[in-house]
């Protein structure tokens, strides 16, 4: 099956700072997702992102597919941030194979 | 403003009892998949549905655990006899392949806290 690695595992961050979380994938993908699982355990899409950029608020991320890797950037960031982002490969059957995620956690 | 939902959000049960997860996915949705999460395995796929079809359950201890979908508004989990390594959070999620095309974002619900003593 496809193969997802995310790095790096843990990050911690000071409020403010800017970071970049990486996801590669071992196989062409029809489609990739960043989910944040917050610390009370529930997990929110954050992009649907098969190929190129994508900007929502504070966070952005961008998918380069013919390089099988997608980058989530979090700038200016708040503790609320903090938890777990995964990132997540849609197989042609709709099967989502996940990350082992990055455990964020950022400090006052 | 649309959600998955899952009864019941916690459950605390005895080794050879059985347990049954409610989903109710988000009106309109065609897929409905079933995961579990656990420290050591992460986030693993037990079932998917589409259409109310069950399409792969390749992820499911098949003796103890059954999955499926009465109608297009509930999606149930079963274990039956549940077993302490059964402990998890069990997630659903649904989402929406059009007619000819791929799947589109997954949403989750909360999730049930399941702990079997």
């Known amino acids: 099956g496809i193969q997802v690695e995310q790095s790096p595992p843990d990050l911690i961050l000071q409020e403010g700072a800017n970071s970049t979380l990486r996801c590669n994938f071992s196989d062409s993908v029809n489609n990739l997702q960043w989910f944040h699982q917050n610390p009370w355990g529930q997990l929110i899409n954050l992009f649907y992102?098969?190929?190129g950029t994508k900007q929502n608020g504070r966070l952005s991320a961008t998918t380069v597919a013919t390089e099988r890797y997608s980058l989530l950037y979090i700038s200016s960031s708040q503790t609320t941030d903090s938890g777990v982002y995964f990132c997540a490969l849609t197989d042609s059957w709709g099967k989502l194979q996940f990350g082992a995620g990055t455990q964020v956690v950022v400090t006052p | 403003d649309a959600r998955v939902t899952q009864t019941p959000r916690h459950k605390v049960t005895e080794m050879g009892q059985e347990v049954t997860m409610r989903c109710q996915p988000i009106?309109?949705?065609?897929?409905v998949f079933w995961y579990r999460q656990t420290m050591m395995q992460g986030l693993e796929l037990l079932a998917y549905f589409r259409n109310r079809a069950p399409l792969d359950d390749s992820g499911m201890p098949k003796d103890r655990f059954s999955a499926e979908m009465p109608d297009a508004t509930l999606a149930t989990l079963k274990i039956q006899p549940s077993e302490p390594r059964d402990s998890a959070v069990y997630f659903c999620a649904s989402g929406l392949v059009p007619d000819g095309g791929l799947q589109e974002t997954q949403y989750f619900g909360p999730g049930t806290r399941l702990l079997v003593l």
């Open positions: 009106l309109g949705h065609n897929t």
């Open positions: 992102i098969p190929s």
